[in-house]
Nanobody, 126 residues
Framework: QVQLVESGGGSVQAGGSLRLSCVASGYTYGTDCMGWFRQAPGKEREGVAA????????YYVDSVKGRFTISQDNAKNTLYLQMNSLMPEDTAMYYC???????????????????WGQGTQVTVSS
């Protein structure tokens, strides 16, 4: 079974940094698209960053460009989200997701990813 396990969330002061990790198992990493999504209380779930794992192409929502970096370690089947210059608006539950269905490149920021982690909370104080 596909499993995604996030870690690295926590509380940080505005301007600080966090690094989220997502360990994937149960399928062949590198044949999918992966993304980071977040959901704040009372708000819609939104895509934050995505990567086409086979080729390493990365994509970001405008609000995090220049601050967040998505990356991967294929040998460890691990996805990362480096979050710098954090702002209170970044406070949310962050979810790692994978779409193992080809083609997946047209669904990078859509909620139809077929597997999701349980989430890790990120709280940014002003």
């Amino acid at each position: 079974q596909v499993q995604l396990v996030e870690s690295g969330g926590g509380s940080v002061q505005a301007g600080g940094s966090l690094r989220l990790s997502c360990v994937a198992s149960g399928y062949t990493y590198g044949t999918d698209c992966m993304g980071w999504f977040r959901q704040a209380p009372g708000k819609e779930r939104e895509g934050v960053a995505a990567i086409v794992t086979r080729v390493g192409s990365t994509y970001y929502v405008d609000s995090v460009k220049g601050r967040f970096t998505i990356s991967q370690d294929n040998a460890k089947n691990t996805l990362y989200l480096q979050m710098n210059s954090l702002m209170p608006e970044d406070t949310a539950m962050y979810y790692c997701a994978t779409d193992t269905r080809a083609p997946c490149t047209r669904r990078l920021f859509l909620p139809e990813y077929n597997y999701w982690g349980q989430g890790t909370q990120v709280t940014v104080s002003s």
